[in-house]
């Protein structure tokens, strides 16, 4: 009798140990499966995200040179006609990330800024220049200067610079709803992604 309780016990342990062998075995197969797929859609993500917009502006320009001290001034001025072309990028093939496997975490660790990039055509009209100050190439690239900084403190409240932000957010969003589908954990750097408007409220 107790010969078969004894061989009871060792088969019950045998099966108990396959079984969390095999079990084990599950999880590294289940885990390596699910690092595969996100890694699938970092990779999928990776891509340029660009939004477009147009800008229009109208630039009175002046310049003003005093000649003998202060007796004589010799003006030059343009009416200068901007539109242009902008575009907000993000090259998300540049992400950086971390995978732990273990602990079923996916921190991204670097995010791209934007890339900004600002095509102005000028059309110049009414264009009076004095004999002493006339026009130079000098003053047609102070213009172009003057007008690219004007463009972008237009572009950082305007609707392209939001949407970009928002396009950006729809991308980053994927992540969150794959590793939450898989019962992993987001992370950006060091603070966890609990829900899309977690995302929302980054300093990106």
Request: charged content about 25%; hydrophobic content about 40%.
């Amino acid at each position: 009798m107790r010969k078969i309780l004894f061989g009871v016990v060792i088969t019950i342990i045998v099966l108990f140990s396959f079984k969390y062998c095999e079990d084990k075995k599950q999880n590294r197969i289940e885990m390596r499966e699910s690092s595969a797929l996100i890694q699938e859609q970092i990779k999928n993500v990776g891509k340029l995200v660009v939004t477009e917009g147009h800008f229009s502006e109208v630039f009175n320009y002046k310049n003003s040179k005093s000649l003998f001290g202060d007796y004589l001034t010799a003006e030059k001025k343009a009416l200068v006609v901007v539109n242009a072309d902008v575009t907000v990028a993000y090259d998300l093939s540049k992400i950086e990330y971390e995978i732990d496997e273990v602990s079923k975490i996916l921190t991204i660790t670097f995010i791209p800024a934007e890339e900004i990039k600002i095509s102005p055509e000028l059309e110049y009209y009414d264009i009076q220049a004095d004999f002493f100050n006339p026009f130079e190439a000098k003053d047609y690239n102070d213009i172009k200067d003057v007008i690219k900084v004007s463009l972008s403190k237009k572009l950082q409240n305007s609707d392209i610079k939001k949407n970009a932000k928002n396009r950006l957010i729809s991308e980053l969003s994927k992540f969150y709803i794959l590793t939450n589908s898989l019962g992993w954990t987001l992370q950006y750097n060091e603070t966890p992604i609990n829900n899309v408007q977690n995302l929302e409220s980054l300093k990106l």
